[in-house]
């Protein structure tokens, strides 16, 4: 209606009651407060509309009504909700493709001249010695899988001659070594044989096991 301006605002009137009204708009039905016309709302509140009206000198202008803008309050909770949804959509992608059973202590390892040319086939590292302290758990052995393999290595560490299991990695993809890991229990100082079971595990599906290898090795336990 006033594209241009030129109208006057006398009083804002609630949408909600207030005792502390200090003029009143009186009609045939009721008397409302009025209160001081502000021209910049706060954020939570909005213009619900204007009544024209005419003052006591005769003079026409409006009352602006003002009604709680209730969808702006909800603004910082709908932001909160918007990040937390990105965050865990965010952490879905980047987990939806991941592997269960990799070895989260895998890590890159390169050796030259060590790397499978041949897709048809399976490249076994070799391995014959295993150091560890006396009364120690800590090893510091590589355990490999070489590049070119088209398969997760999963290694196991057993005692020879009572099939104990002593280690058990988690899936190794290929190009990844475990470069340490903890044996299940401690030995005394001497040399014990072991068996370092390979198993061979299909890269696009887990239920897929090839043939795997055994790898006749020591543990040499030193003071």
Known sequence: ??????????SDMHTWGN???????????????LYPYRQKLSWSKRAAGYIPVTDEEGEEGFIRIIGNAWYRRLLPVL???????LFLGGVWFAQKDEVAGLDKTAVSYHIDGVENTDEDSILLPGISIINVQENATHVEATLFNPEGNGCYFKYTVKLKDTGEALYTSGLIEP??????FDLDKKFQAGSYPVD?????????DP?????????????????
Do not use: W
């Open 1 to 10: 209606m006033y594209p241009n301006g030129g109208f006057r605002v006398f």
């Open 19 to 33: 005792a502390s009204a200090e003029n009143h708009l009186d009609t045939d039905r009721s008397e409302t407060g």
């Open 79 to 85: 932001a909160v909700l918007v990040c937390a949804a």
């Open 175 to 180: 190009g990844k070594a475990v470069t340490e």
């Open 196 to 204: 370092i079971i390979v198993e061979t595990i299909d890269l696009k």
């Open 207 to 223: 239920e897929i096991i090839y043939n795997g290898g055994t790898i006749d090795a020591q543990l040499n336990v030193t003071k």
